[in-house]
């Protein structure tokens, strides 16, 4: 009976988290369905009578959407590939390098994670517009090639291998680079899809900086073109929130695809025996 009533208590909090997480999404799609003359009734429909899917077609043709979602997934994908490559060669090379000042080139990763991005966005601009990098993939992508947190997170998943392993390969005549190839990044599979799950949502996600960086409809993303189109259709709640769903189509279906390596990421080490 105990063991029932905890199995119970479970699922109602999984399904009370559910809710709280799927809630307005769900309200999302329903808003975007509606016709624009039942958005307005009170009490709100949470459960129409009617659907329209024209609302989409209005959200893709009133903006570039098309545009702005490619640009986005060449912006995500551009930053994912090098923060996931300059975290797995820094962080090999702090975990199984010996060279000098590497715990103070540490110490300085660890501390970047206290400040701010915000701090940043002056010098960077500044250095961009320099470089001539405004209305370029160049300018949104490379300042974010690097991350402190993926240099850490993958500096302790190197961690793990024992100096056997390391030895043994030595041996045959494996090179770091040898090595980190055919043993270290296996071995890290499942930390690297975390982080490369982590650095494209985060990137899609990013709206202040390719506005600072970008004129053009060339070079805008999907959360600057949301922004244009609730500015432009503040009376059709229903387009903007077909734009929003357009727009996290993509997440989701990356969520979805790679869920099981994340969850293994996530839980890597935390059982040992």
Not at 59 to 68: E, F, I, L, N, S
Not at 70 to 80: E, H
Request: hydrophobic share 50%.
């Amino acid at each position: 009976m105990q063991r029932s009533a905890r199995l119970i208590g479970t699922y109602c909090l999984l399904v009370a988290g559910s809710a709280i997480v799927l809630g307005p999404v769900y309200l999302a799609l329903i808003n975007a369905l509606l016709p624009a003359g039942e958005l307005a009734s009170y009490p709100p429909n949470v459960l129409p009578k009617g659907f329209g899917i024209g609302s989409f077609g209005d959200a893709w043709d009133t903006v570039p959407m098309g545009r702005y979602l490619l640009n986005s997934f060449i912006m995500a994908t551009g930053i994912t590939v090098l923060q996931v490559a300059t975290s797995v060669l820094a962080g090999y090379a702090l975990a199984c390098m010996r060279f000098p000042g590497r715990t103070i080139i540490f110490a300085i990763f660890i501390g970047s994670l206290m400040v701010p991005w915000e701090v940043s966005i002056v010098p960077n601009f500044q250095t961009v517009r320099s470089l001539g990098w405004l209305d370029s993939y160049q300018g949104l992508i490379v300042p974010f090639a690097a991350t402190a947190l993926g240099i850490f997170l993958l500096r302790q998943q190197f961690l793990t291998l024992p100096p056997e392993l390391r030895d043994a390969a030595a041996m045959d005549g494996y090179g770091h680079l040898r090595f980190l190839w055919s043993v270290g990044i296996p071995l890290a599979r499942p930390a690297i899809g975390s982080l490369a799950v982590f650095s494209f949502l985060s990137a899609w996600n990013q709206y202040l900086w390719p506005l600072l960086v970008t004129n053009d409809d060339d070079h805008r993303t999907v959360q600057i073109g949301l922004a244009l189109l609730s500015r432009g259709e503040i009376d059709r709640v229903n387009v903007v929130m077909a734009g929003t769903i357009i727009a996290l189509v993509p997440t989701l279906i990356l969520l979805l695809v790679f869920q099981r390596q994340l969850v293994r990421g996530l839980t890597a080490g935390a059982v040992k025996g």
